[in-house]
């Protein structure tokens, strides 16, 4: 039903910026997408997440630096990150879902990508 296409990721020195990108091939207008990071060696982490009517929220250790926003006329979801740290090296991942109710839990989450690595370095 929706397919999600993660890009942007890279190499990038502490300080630098990336933006990702997130594309669905599916109308995603009307579901809640939510950024995930997993860093090597920890646990799959919420990171942004935007809802239907626009309305954001961040993980303490993102707040500030990163800013999701979505195109609904472009189906895509995006992810600005400034200031990168190395703690910010993981792979990220979008994922998107239809249900009524705001959720983090990836268990709600039906569709994802297949992830982009990030990984900030010297």
């Known amino acids: 039903q929706v397919q999600l296409v993660e890009s942007g990721g890279g190499l990038v020195q502490p300080g630098g910026s990336l933006r990702l990108s997130c594309a669905a091939s599916?109308?995603?207008?009307?579901?809640?997408v939510t950024w995930y990071r997993r860093a090597p060696g920890s646990s799959r982490e919420f990171v942004a997440q935007i809802l239907a009517n626009g309305e954001v929220s961040y993980d303490a250790s993102v707040k500030g630096r990163f800013t999701i926003s979505r195109d609904n006329a472009k189906n895509t979801v995006y992810l600005q990150m400034n200031s990168l740290k190395s703690e910010d090296t993981a792979v990220y991942y979008c994922?998107?879902?239809?249900?009524?109710?705001?959720?983090?839990?990836?268990?709600?989450?039906?569709?994802w990508g297949q992830g982009t690595q990030v990984t900030v370095s010297a």
């Open positions: 599916g109308s995603i207008s009307r579901m809640f």
């Open positions: 994922a998107a879902t239809p249900k009524v109710l705001a959720t983090t839990m990836p268990t709600d989450y039906p569709y």
